[in-house]
């Protein structure tokens, strides 16, 4: 289809030939007697979207260029509908929405293919901004270790990142830490002096500062926006490790004070406009509990901690009535006006929750809407791994994206249709994706946390810590049905590969370890042999094809530094698998006189009934004993 485009928008023409190949349509500048639909386009001060289609004649209004791009694809959808002529519009509630990638915290990187081809989407859906949160994923020239064999980002890259989402007026705004969650980078002995705790700077040294000096100007060069986030989330143990024993024992919101107007002096002379977590304001009225949401009196003393140029951004994912969401809201406005951010829950592990987002960010949007916050986001952490693909994520963006551009509850089935259309696929397929972890026995939904295929995956099948928590769910089946709807889905091969070799793995894997230890006790010799001899083999067959599957769809989508991690996961499981088949066969064999990890009783997993949830740190699920023990102290030197 080719269309002739007049109006306001022809300054966007770049953007709009970027787009072209996402909507199937080539964009005319000039009139041309071939063309199949003129496009009128008017920018207004109204916040507002119009689009009409009459005679071969199509009108947008629209209040801003990531507007004019949502605008275009409620055009072209209409049309790929083969409507002839309809009237459409839509207010747009905020003036700035988006979402924060985390690129650090689970060791995947999004290739820059991947982040060109997330612009484009959003640009689809409306959204303005975009953030990659970036503990150590970014290089600092001054500091070779920082990031050191990590994937990170290079200044040349972010820049061409920002060029290309300003086509589509997303703003890219860089989201980093200049306090706590830095263990990435605190673990190099070269950092040793300048750190309180392993994970959190030395407040009031001087090469602190020097520091943060230098990873601001590094992060925020790239960008033509002058927004930065400074993170300095749940920095627990500030002036608790070197500080404590060079200063004795200060109140938190004390060091918080010293720390951040040091910071801010930073941030100033760099001429920046800085956001930054609200919890730590919060948090030091807590001490005891260090509790984000308790029902505290904020003091004048805490108020006047955070400076006028200073905004806050209030975090939230847990609370599914729109009031929680406006109470803390009307907390975080005594320190100024926040951004919002709710979050995405695909933290937990192979599993998207999509409920749970829904029943949480859902609610938090309308309470957004309600107390007139205009600046929103949509947090994707990445939580020890990233087993879950950034693809996973973009029913939840889109679904975000639509709160964006109503006034109460957004109109589900039109998400749904506006999702199919831009991502070409099916949100119902992506929705299989939510019962990888709602086996029987999870409440529908899954509100409770549950990740059943993260530790079911990785524990060991010999030894089985999580075992007695899955007694008596028939697992096996609920993955096999699974698995034969997601070999259905015909889009999005390499992303739904993993979850169809993963639910192929889970459906003979997840009782297997019940299993072996029931003919064991029952010395049923000749089910142990069946599997040494074929169970097993065929569970590790199984793995391997994972594995493969998996690393695909990570090198497609993710920079390779970080696959390591999930490597070594992959390797250890493949590993354990051969060990256990030995182990039987030696016993079999009468050179063993007992299997120990067999003869121990199951017990519930960290002493707690019923089935798992957020089971997401992977050390404690595989074995008893310490996998990469931390230290006691700030610096090991063992």
Partial sequence: MKIYICGDAVTLADGIKEISTELDFVAEFSEAEACDLRLETHLTDEAK???????????????????????????????????????????????????????????????????????????????NMLMLYCEDSYEVPEQPYFGYMRSRYSKEELKELDKYALLFGIEMIPCIQTLAHLQAVLKWKVYKDFSDHMDTLLVGDERTYEFISQIIKAATEPFSSKRVHIGMDEAMMIGRGNYLKLHGLVPKAQILKEHLDRVMEIIREQGLEPMMWGDMFLRVLDEKNNDYYADVEITDEVKNTVPEDLTLVYWDYYHYEPECYEKMIDKHRLFGEPVFAGGIWTWLGFGPSYIKTIKTLGPAMKGCKNKGVKEAMATIWGDNGTECSVIATMPMLCFFAEHGFCDGDIDFENMKSRFDFIFKSSYDDFMLLQKVDEVPGVIEGNWWDNNCSKPLLWQ?????????????????????????KLNEVETFKEFFDVYRNLTSVLSLKAEAGLRLRKAYLEKDKEQLSEFVEKIIPEITERVKKLRIAHMKNWFKTCKPLGWDIIDMRYGALLARLDSAAIEIRMYLDGELDTIQELDEPRIPYNGEDGIIHYANYYGKFVSASRIDPKPVYPHYLG
């Fill in 460 to 484: 060991d099948l010999i030894s089985g810590l999580c075992d007695y928590n899955f007694r008596d769910i028939p697992l096996n089946d609920h993955y096999k049905e699974i698995n034969g």
């Fill in 49 to 127: 979207i119009d689009v009409s289609l009459k005679d071969n004649v199509a009108t947008v209004n629209y209040c801003s260029t990531s507007t004019f791009f949502r605008a275009l694809s409620h055009l072209m959808k209409a049309i790929s509908e083969g409507r002839i002529s309809f009237e459409f519009s839509e207010p747009v509630k905020f003036t700035l929405n988006g979402p924060m990638f985390d690129v650090s915290q689970g060791n995947a990187v999004i290739n820059i293919p991947t982040l060109r081809w997330i612009i484009r989407k959003m640009a689809l859906m409306g959204l």
